[in-house]
């Protein structure tokens, strides 16, 4: 019970936390490795940073991008709700101003979606009973716009908290201290883009190599390349 609870609060959220942690492991890593590829020479790491320069740069990108995540997000969704209203309200002005010329393009458009003119012709009949009901059938086939039903705060906190925790975890080698704390990181930020992509394939129930597949390789993509213009700058 309590696992298919969780289960149907990530897949509530799932953009968000996929967004969120993707961006918030690329953020770190890119962070590591660009400090990391500076210090190569001659294709061997000759440098050693000072950890604790790895975890103020880390932990400082980690809150401030994590915060302007979570904002953008909450902007994002709050625009698209005004964005809906301001049209539902234009929609059903038209329909009350010229119902007539709105029952011609509902026609077509139940018509377009394999009905026949009769039959298109009574359901419009039955939509023009209710106002509402007839507006927001013209959002969604006509217009194709949907009410988001998320809350802009919630969607901006689950942003941010995706973003802050897989993003954490780049860092942890450096925490812990561990020798050569670059290869953990990398091994780190592998494991959490790979949970990444086993949360969403167990939302969306697709094949979970995929689902982890797709987003691991898309991660050492941004990390290779994040190293590699360290390297080239150093």
């Known amino acids: 019970m309590v696992k298919q609870k969780n289960k149907v609060l990530i897949s509530k959220y799932i953009k968000e936390i996929v967004f969120g942690g993707i961006d918030g492991i690329v953020t ?30 880390g932990f400082s990108n980690l809150l401030a991008d994590g915060v302007s995540m979570g904002i953008g997000e909450f902007l994002s969704t709050r625009s698209e709700k005004k964005m809906y209203k301001k049209e539902f309200d234009l929609t059903k002005a038209r329909i009350l101003k010229n119902p007539a010329n709105e029952k011609v393009i509902s026609i077509g458009t139940f018509k377009k979606e394999g009905f026949s003119a009769e039959d298109a012709m009574k359901l419009v009949s039955i939509y023009k009973k209710n106002v ?27 942003t941010f908290f995706s973003f802050i925790s897989f993003g954490f975890l780049p860092l942890f080698p450096y925490i812990l201290n561990l020798s050569k704390p670059f290869y953990f990181s990398v091994i780190f930020s592998i494991v959490a883009f790979c949970l990444l992509g086993f949360m969403r394939s167990e939302v969306t129930e697709e094949s979970i190599f995929i689902g982890i597949f797709e987003i691991t390789i898309l991660g050492i993509v941004a990390g290779f390349i994040a190293f590699s213009v360290g390297s080239f700058i150093g």
């Not at 490795?33 to 103020?56: K, Q, W």
């Not at 009901?133 to 906190?157: A, C, I, Q, V």
Request: net charge negative.
């Open 132 to 158: 509402l009901s007839w507006t927001e059938f013209k959002m969604r086939y006509e217009l194709n716009m949907y009410l988001p039903d998320d809350s802009p705060m919630k969607n901006s906190m689950a």
């Open 28 to 57: 770190t890593f890119a962070i590591v490795a660009g400090f990391t590829g500076a210090t190569v020479l001659n294709n061997d790491i000759s440098i050693e940073l000072p950890i604790i320069v790895v975890l103020v740069f």
